[in-house]
């Protein structure tokens, strides 16, 4: 009976197909310098608390933070006054595009009564 063994993983086998599964393993290649697994090459993705702003490594780690509720809500606070300035933002656009709207509904009216003025003119010079 053949043994297969990689003598870097410390890994020995009698299949040939343990084997080969064994070297397409992680392991396998990291020990032969296939794969870097350097920390500073992964990229890590922060996970942030909707309510405070916190970064977590994980889910696990916003679940816990908001499970233990320690969270303290300080970016919760914050919003409502970027919320509220806003509205107030959108509410003095909204009111100026009213007058204007209102200014230039009055104009129109001007001028339909004008071109109503000009019509009976012409008429009566026909």
Do not use: W
């Not at 696990?60 to 300080?74: A, D, E, V």
């Amino acid at each position: 009976m053949t043994l297969f063994t990689c003598e870097l993983c410390d890994f020995s086998t009698d299949r040939p197909n343990h084997y080969a599964r064994h070297n397409n393993t992680n392991k396998h290649k990291r020990m032969i310098g296939i794969i870097n697994d350097d920390v500073e090459n992964k990229k890590k993705v922060k996970i942030e608390c909707d309510e405070c702003g916190k970064f977590y490594a994980d889910r696990s780690g916003l679940f816990n933070h908001r499970k233990s509720k320690k969270c303290k809500g300080i970016k919760k606070e914050e919003e409502p006054e970027k919320t509220t300035i806003i509205n107030e933002t959108i509410l003095k656009q909204i009111i100026e595009k009213t007058i204007e709207k209102e200014k230039l509904s009055n104009e129109l009216k001007e001028l339909s009564s004008e071109i109503e003025e000009l019509k009976e003119k012409l008429l009566k010079s026909i």
